[in-house]
């Protein structure tokens, strides 16, 4: 008897697929056995459960048979939460039935995780290698899955950015799906100067400009002779290269600060000179004017004069 009851707690271990790796979903099936009212039941159970184990491995085989902690974590509290509320509405008379129904519920909530998890979660990257840590559906232990780039390249792409001649511009090399990756990563910076796409770039044109742990690094105070192509890459510390990606920067020059032009009113009548502007051909007549209105003038004062002159003479001797 003593070894029956040893053998009812130990589920067939090896058969684990996913849920019964959680611990929590251990003890609730052994419970679920031994609260069995007679040694006949508690083997029947026993029997279910078993079966359910083999389905749900098979359930997890269709399916990559891997999980991650975060999607075990929802199926587990989804068909702990189904369980109890069979324990709670659960017939005396019919538990074999029922115990059926729960387990076929478990490996339908199992399912349904999976098909989500291996659709959307397991491989998210577009571009890039991932190296993801995950849990084997069979041994319940956690191995590394690597997603390979759809692409088979780890380059993902160039993007074109233009920015001013003092202005800023930002360069984000990161993507939701590197914080799945396993290890230390660091994001690698390069440069290689002149205009975006004016030659064809050979690894020795790049420069190395920063090692970060930061996804992205803004470039402030810009020159023109700072545009170029820049490139940053996300690696391990062995140098194992899971992403990169290439920006093209140009840095537009700020307009020359000008004079404001003088603004020059267009000459009288359409005449090409201003009157006010003599030639040399009419300022020689309009000198020889001057010079003889002058001597004319000089003439005149002199006879008035020596006209005065004579008339007070003549007065003189009158008297």
């Given at each position: 008897m003593l070894l029956m009851l040893v053998s009812l707690l130990c589920c067939v271990p090896a058969g684990k697929a996913c849920l019964q790796c959680d611990r929590r979903i251990r003890l609730l099936h052994e419970d679920f056995i031994l609260s069995a009212p007679s040694m006949g039941s508690q083997i029947d159970?026993?029997?279910?459960?078993?079966?359910?184990?083999?389905?749900?491995?098979?359930?997890?085989?269709?399916?990559?048979?891997?999980?991650?902690?975060?999607t075990l974590y929802r199926a587990r509290t989804e068909y702990q939460n189904e369980f109890d509320r069979f324990l709670e509405t659960r017939h005396t008379g019919s538990v074999t039935f029922e115990a059926?129904?729960?387990?076929?519920?478990?490996?339908?909530?199992?399912?349904?995780?999976?098909?989500?998890?291996?659709?959307?979660?397991?491989?998210?990257?577009?571009?890039?290698?991932?190296?993801?840590?995950?849990?084997?559906c069979f041994s319940c232990r956690y191995k590394i899955y690597i997603c390979p780039s759809p692409s088979g390249q780890q380059d993902c792409g160039e993007y074109p950015l233009l920015a001013e001649e003092g202005g800023q511009a930002l360069l984000n090399c990161f993507l939701p799906w590197h914080r799945l990756l396993l290890g230390k990563t660091e994001y690698h910076y390069s440069w290689a100067p002149g205009v975006p796409g004016a030659k064809k770039l050979n690894e020795s044109d790049f420069r190395a400009l920063v090692v970060t742990d930061d996804s992205s690094v803004v470039l402030n105070q810009l020159h023109v002779d700072e545009q170029g192509t820049y490139r940053c890459s996300l690696q391990n510390r062995n140098?194992?290269?899971?992403?990169?990606?290439?920006?093209?920067?140009?840095?537009?020059?700020?307009?020359?600060?000008?004079?404001?032009?003088?603004?020059?009113?267009?000459?009288?009548?359409?005449?090409?000179?201003?009157?006010?502007?003599?030639?040399?051909?009419?300022?020689?007549?309009?000198?020889?004017?001057?010079?003889?209105?002058?001597?004319?003038?000089?003439?005149g004062i002199t006879a008035v004069l020596g006209l005065v002159i004579n008339q007070r003479r003549a007065a003189k001797q009158l008297s």
């Open positions: 159970l026993k029997k279910i459960c078993d079966h359910a184990y083999v389905t749900y491995k098979d359930t997890s085989r269709e399916r990559k048979g891997v999980i991650d902690p975060t059926i129904q729960i387990m076929e519920k478990g490996r339908k909530i199992l399912e349904e995780h999976l098909n989500t998890f291996i659709r959307d979660g397991l491989c998210p990257n577009k571009c890039g290698i991932l190296k993801r840590r995950v849990m084997d140098g194992t290269v899971f992403y990169g990606a290439t920006f093209l920067l140009t840095v537009a020059p700020l307009p020359d600060q000008t004079q404001r032009p003088v603004i020059t009113l267009p000459p009288p009548h359409g005449e090409d000179q201003s009157p006010f502007q003599p030639t040399e051909g009419l300022l020689v007549p309009v000198i020889a004017m001057v010079t003889a209105l002058s001597l004319a003038a000089s003439v």
